[in-house]
């Protein structure tokens, strides 16, 4: 095993530089010299912070999942749709691959990447590493871009469009759901979740 | 340009999952990331360290070949038909963004375009470049470079936007004889086109642009 110092030297990944590390002042994102890719910023958001946006994210998600998208009229005959639903009729359609890639980048990884977050932070609140943390923030890392929910909002707001020409378009709830839950993702993509490894928090009981 | 110190050369590795910074311990010149005997594991996370991801050029030209193999029949065949009384419609991707334009929504038409067309296109130029200019260790706009690839890595999975349009409205357009749509093998193509290319540019290593002989001293 190779000897570990991570309070004080800090490489670019994009480039192999090693950096001294230092504190960083409120809002400041620290840049690489050599590749100005983005090294460190300083944390904004609180554990708290950070908790309260994944609950609400969580309640979003649920929502987005189970009410209607959208719901397309013509000749009086009415058609809605949910997520499960596209997957399904991929699947039906003899599309199993879009289906599969449907489910796992709208559904499944961002219901485990929530929940693992969930997990992970609720357990930061009180000073602790969660049970399984070691793995679970391997899983989390390799979950990278895998998660795609605010790609199918604006596939949602295509499809609308292309709909409109020929039909009664009525945008749902999910709809909203899913708008309101790109702006949570918005907001957390610039939380860099490596800093809970840095958190000095106490091994799991 | 002034000497900044790299990683290999203090005799430092990072891991790539956790970002933690480990000393090499003696007798690991085989650290090399050529995937033999690399059995250094970090000490926090205990991912597998690596100087470089492993065989990087090698797999990331395979995965864009694959990729591009299938961006072929993604474009030249019909990704949806849609089906109406006396009418049976079959949409290419190209198709499907022209019919946008004429529909009045020619910013979305852009939009569309950019994410299917532009951007995978983007991606193969952009890879190729990269893995032929580090390939050769050249000193060539490394800057540039270094900031290309991590614009097609921020961009790469919005090219999924229209394979989710096919699958929307396939679910919604359920009007049994009176109008119905339906994938078409295209949107499975370019559904794993975008996989590849996903692959390809996680398994190419930017550190790797920075490698090779110092052409800028
Ligand atoms: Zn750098
Ligand atoms: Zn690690």
Redesign the pocket.
């Known amino acids: 095993m190779g000897k570990a110092f991570p309070e004080k030297l800090l490489i670019c990944e994009h480039c192999d530089t090693v950096y001294r590390r230092r504190v960083l002042e409120r809002g400041e994102v620290a840049r690489c010299a050599l590749c100005a890719a983005e090294l460190e910023r300083y944390h904004l958001l609180s554990v708290n912070a950070m908790l309260a946006l994944i609950l609400t994210a969580a309640i979003v998600f649920v929502q987005a999942n189970l009410w209607p998208i959208v719901t397309l009229g013509l000749s009086g005959q009415h058609s809605s749709t949910t997520l499960w639903g596209v997957i399904l009729a991929m699947w039906r359609e003899h599309s199993q691959v879009v289906s599969v890639l449907v489910a796992t980048t709208l559904f499944f990884f961002p219901l485990l990447k929530m929940s693992l977050l969930g997990w992970l932070l609720w357990f930061a609140r009180g000073g602790r590493r969660a049970p399984g943390f070691v793995p679970l923030m ?1 899983i989390l890392h390799r979950l990278g871009p895998w998660t795609m929910s605010e790609v199918f909002v604006l596939g949602a707001l295509v499809a609308i469009v292309k709909a409109h020409t020929y039909f009664d378009v009525t945008a749902d709830p999910g709809i909203y759901a899913y708008a309101a839950l790109t702006l949570l993702i918005t907001i957390f993509a610039g939380v860099d979740l490596r800093q809970l ?1 840095d958190e000095d928090l106490e091994p799991a009981a | 340009m002034s000497a900044l110190p790299r990683a290999a050369e203090l005799g430092l590795i990072a ?6 910074v ?1 000393r090499n311990v003696p007798g690991d010149a085989q650290l090399d990331g050529d995937g033999v005997d690399d059995a250094m594991a ?6 597998t ?1 690596r100087r470089r991801k492993p065989d990087s050029f090698a797999r990331t030209w395979a995965l864009l070949i694959a990729a591009f193999l299938m961006y072929i029949p993604a474009n030249v065949l019909p990704i949806m038909r849609t089906a109406s009384l006396n009418d049976i419609d079959d949409n290419t991707i190209i198709s499907g963004v022209v019919e946008l334009w004429r529909a009045g929504s020619p910013n979305l038409a852009v939009i569309v375009f950019t994410a299917s067309i532009v951007v995978p296109v983007l991606k193969f130029l952009a890879l190729s470049v990269l893995l032929v200019s580090s390939q050769r260790g050249s000193g060539w706009a490394r800057l540039q470079r270094a900031k290309l690839y991590r614009l097609v890595e921020l961009i790469g999975y919005w090219s999924m936007l229209d394979v989710f349009v096919v699958a929307l409205l396939t679910a919604l357009v359920r009007f049994s004889v009176l109008s119905l749509v339906e994938p078409l093998p295209g949107v499975i193509f370019f559904g794993l086109t975008v996989v590849l290319t996903m692959f390809a540019s996680m398994s190419f290593d930017p550190r790797l642009i920075w490698d090779g002989k110092d052409s800028d001293d």
């Open positions: 391997v490894w | 891991c790539t999952v956790c970002g933690l480990c970090c000490p926090r996370c205990a991912s360290l």
